[in-house]
């Protein structure tokens, strides 16, 4: 029986051992996509205690914490920090087999140099060690011992980028730390929040929003600012891409009853939707941007949560994404028929949507540019052990796994570096139970650079980091 979490943790084979201990552990992160506050780079905060590190804004611990029955003050509401950290050790108990369970422990052996198992009996233990450990060490000492290379925070075209001002102007971080634009409320034309977005978007931009043309020239002043920023990438969180082309004349009479917050109907919202992603992707290319697309949530599906706790909390799920393929396709045809199809990483929520990504992503080749459009790695419901095993399956038997970017850590914690080294263990035990199979040869040269490369090389060049 191996050791719990042992030096060779997951790692099945004498193949997979060498493979990570010799070439893939020591390898420097990227962080190409994250939610991590950037002031508190330039703040270099450090923590109280464990459960500021851990809970404040963690919707995956939060999610299961209220899986157990615990209520909502020891959760997100106002009960004493210990006292969640409690509630959150008693639910890691009923958690065999969630990722929280393996994250939580690889951070408490990485950071605070404990290697006993979190449990009800041991939490007290754990939580002075940890507040000892945590007065010496800052923000950027986490970035730095976690040997962190670039760090891309996720950004709304409104926002002042300040801190990314301030962290690049001042050499504040061991790390390259870079905005990336978010256009999600721009997008959102039927919510009721867009007329008031419009107006702030408008402001940041020194433009009155009154109709397309106006949008146009704001969103290209936000993006000319990001880019000064050192911005080279956009993301965007979607259901589905409708392909529903329409003249300006149209798309302009939608956006006037957004801005009027008149309804919108689906069909309008989609054709918007569509209008505004072409025009974005488009100056994407230009620029040599990625786009990112992450597809498939179904978000705040519980009003009563919603309305007491808003966005992002908790309470988002899988939609089915695959009958919306032929639109995602069409999208990407659109752009490469005019010569404006930037690389562009694809994030589905729903596992089967695996095979028909990675078939899609084979259709819209480039020559001298490996692996343009990309699966993007296992996401959100997906970054589990057997979520990630499943897309790296499926992405090597449809497609070319050696151009795969690799792995993020879609964190809004510091700590959360640990899963890029839990990624590259599943990566090595999948390639090294090929190996000792026979399906695969025993050529140390190639397989090394295929772990670099997917660990970190592929990430760096794609970016341009």
């Known amino acids: 029986m191996k050791k719990f979490m042992g030096k060779n943790f997951i790692l099945s084979s004498d193949t997979a051992e060498k493979l990570f201990h010799q070439y893939a552990e020591q390898m420097p992160v990227i962080d190409y996509h994250c939610h991590i506050n950037p002031q508190e780079i330039v703040d270099d905060r450090v923590y ?3 459960t500021q590190a851990w809970l404040e804004g963690d919707h995956y611990k939060w999610r299961l914490m209220r899986a157990i029955g615990a209520p909502e003050e020891e959760v997100t509401g106002s009960a004493p920090e210990r006292v969640k950290f409690q509630r959150f050790v008693e639910a890691l ?75 690049r102007a001042e050499h504040l971080c061991s790390a390259k730390v870079l905005p990336s634009w978010r256009p999600d409320q721009a997008m959102a ?11 702030s978007l408008g402001e940041a931009a020194g433009v009155e929003i009154k109709g397309l043309d106006s949008l146009k020239a704001a969103l290209l002043s936000r993006l000319e600012y990001f880019q000064a920023a050192g911005c080279v990438g956009s993301d965007h969180g979607l259901s589905l891409v409708s392909f529903l082309p329409s003249d300006d004349k149209t798309i302009d009479c939608i956006l006037k009853k957004g801005l009027a917050g008149e309804t919108v109907s689906g069909e309008e919202a989609e054709r918007y939707h569509f209008a505004l992603l072409v025009f974005l992707a488009q100056e994407y290319a230009k620029r040599g941007w990625v786009m990112e697309m992450h597809l ?13 706790l808003g966005p992002d909390t908790g309470f988002d799920c899988i939609d089915g994404y695959g009958a919306g393929v032929s639109g995602l396709v069409g999208f990407l045809d659109y752009l490469q028929e005019r010569g404006a199809l930037p690389k562009t990483v694809l994030f589905s929520l729903n596992p089967n949507d695996n095979a028909l990504l990675d078939a899609a992503v084979g259709c819209f080749t480039e020559a001298g540019v490996p692996g343009k459009i990309q699966h993007g790695a296992a996401w959100w419901f997906n970054d589990t052990k057997l ?79």
């Open 93 to 167: 108990e009923h958690a065999p087999g969630n990722p929280l369970y393996h994250w939580s422990h690889m951070e408490l052996q990485r950071y605070m140099g404990y290697d006993g198992v979190l449990s009800a009996e041991t939490a007290e233990e754990v939580w002075k060690l940890c507040e000892e450990q945590l007065k010496d060490l800052s923000v950027r000492k986490i970035i730095k011992n976690s040997k962190v290379e670039v760090i891309v925070t996720t950004d709304d075209p409104i926002a002042d980028l300040e801190a990314h001002r301030k962290i």
């Open 387 to 465: 979520g990630m095993e499943q897309h790296l399956k499926s992405l090597a038997s449809i497609s070319a796994l050696g151009t795969f970017i690799g792995m993020l850590t879609d964190s809004r914690s510091y700590l959360s570096y640990t899963r890029h080294e839990y990624f590259r263990r599943i990566l090595c035990n999948v390639l090294g139970a090929w190996v000792e199979r026979g399906e695969f040869p025993n050529d140390l040269g190639m397989l090394s650079r295929l772990v670099q490369n997917i660990s970190y090389y592929n990430a760096k060049n794609y970016f341009g980091f």
């Open 48 to 50: 109280k205690n464990i």
């Open 189 to 199: 034309v039927e919510r009721k929040s867009f007329s008031g977005y419009m107006k």
């Open 296 to 308: 498939g949530p179904l978000r705040s599906v519980s009003t009563k949560n919603f309305r007491e």
